[in-house]
C-alpha cells in the first residue's frame, strides 16, 4: 500500500518551454502532496506544499509563477516548470500524506528534469 | 536553512557490521522521521519517532531520540550489501516546519 507514481521520470527539454511533471498516490487518498527538488549529492529541499481544492503554500525563494503547482484531487498534482532554463534542471521529488507535512510522508519515484 | 545535520557524510563498513548514523538538530520538534533513499530514487520511510519517545525498533533498525541533546541516531545491524543508500533525517518542528538533514551515505561491502 501507499504507492505514489510520478511522470514523467525523465524529461529533456529545451530552454524556454515549460514541463508539466505529474504525482499520483496510486492506494489511497492524500489530504497533503509535497514538492521537494534535489541536487546531486545534496538533500531535498521542500518547494511547496499543496492541499487538495487550494493554493499551494510554497516555501521562502521558491517563485510560484515559475513552479505552478496545482491539485486537482486526492490523487493528483502536477508541478509545472514554467519558461524552464538549464538552472532549473534537477531531480524533482513529490510526496503524499494522508495528513500533514508531520506524518509519514510516501515519496514517489522523482523525475529527472535536464533543460538544455 | 535545513533543519538537520548528519554525520557522517559518508561511511563505509563490511557486510554483517553496524552501522552508526547521527543526526543533529536546532529547534524543538514533534517528531523526528528516517528515510531511505538509493541512488537516483525517490525515498523510503524507515521510522517515526515522536518527541516523547526515546527509542523505537523496526526489524533490524532501532531508533533512539534525546530531545535535550537535539540528536537522533539510526542503528543498523547486521547490515547487508542492499542496505546502501543514503540515509536522511526529517525533522517537524513545533511551528510544524518540515526541513530534511544533510544524509549520510552508506555502503556496505560484501
Known amino acids: 500500500g501507499a504507492v505514489v507514481s510520478q511522470h514523467p521520470s525523465r524529461v529533456i527539454c529545451k530552454s524556454g518551454t515549460s514541463v508539466k511533471i505529474e504525482c499520483r498516490s496510486l492506494d489511497f487518498q492524500a489530504t497533503t502532496m509535497f514538492w521537494y527538488r534535489q541536487f546531486p549529492k545534496q538533500s531535498l529541499m521542500l518547494m511547496a506544499t499543496?492541499?487538495?481544492?487550494?493554493?499551494?503554500?510554497?516555501e521562502q525563494g521558491v517563485e510560484k509563477d515559475k513552479f505552478l503547482i496545482n491539485h486537482a484531487s486526492l490523487t493528483l498534482s502536477t508541478l509545472t516548470v514554467t519558461s524552464a532554463h538549464p538552472e532549473d534542471s534537477s531531480f524533482y521529488i513529490c510526496?503524499?500524506?494522508?495528513?500533514?507535512?508531520?506524518?509519514?510522508?510516501?515519496f514517489g519515484p522523482g523525475t529527472r528534469l535536464l533543460v538544455l | 536553512s535545513q533543519q538537520g545535520e548528519e554525520d557522517p557524510q559518508a561511511l563505509s563498513i563490511q557486510e554483517g557490521e553496524n552501522a552508526t548514523m547521527n543526526c543533529s538538530y536546532k529547534?524543538?520538534?514533534?517528531?523526528l522521521q528516517w528515510y531511505r533513499q538509493n541512488s537516483g530514487r525517490g525515498l523510503v520511510h524507515l521510522i517515526l519517532i515522536r518527541s516523547n519517545e526515546r527509542e523505537k525498533h523496526s526489524g533490524r533498525l532501532r531508533v533512539t531520540l534525546d530531545t535535550s541533546k537535539k540528536s537522533s541516531s539510526l542503528l543498523i545491524t547486521a547490515s547487508r550489501a542492499a542496505d546502501t543508500a543514503s540515509y536522511f533525517c526529517?525533522?517537524?518542528?513545533?511551528?510544524?516546519?518540515?526541513?530534511f538533514g544533510t544524509g549520510t551515505s552508506l555502503t556496505v561491502i560484501p
Open positions: 499543496s492541499n487538495e481544492g487550494s493554493k499551494a503554500t510554497y
Open positions: 526529517a525533522t517537524t518542528s513545533v511551528g510544524n516546519q518540515f526541513y
Open positions: 529547534t524543538s520538534i514533534n517528531n
Open positions: 510526496s503524499a500524506s494522508t495528513s500533514g507535512r508531520g506524518e509519514t510522508q510516501y
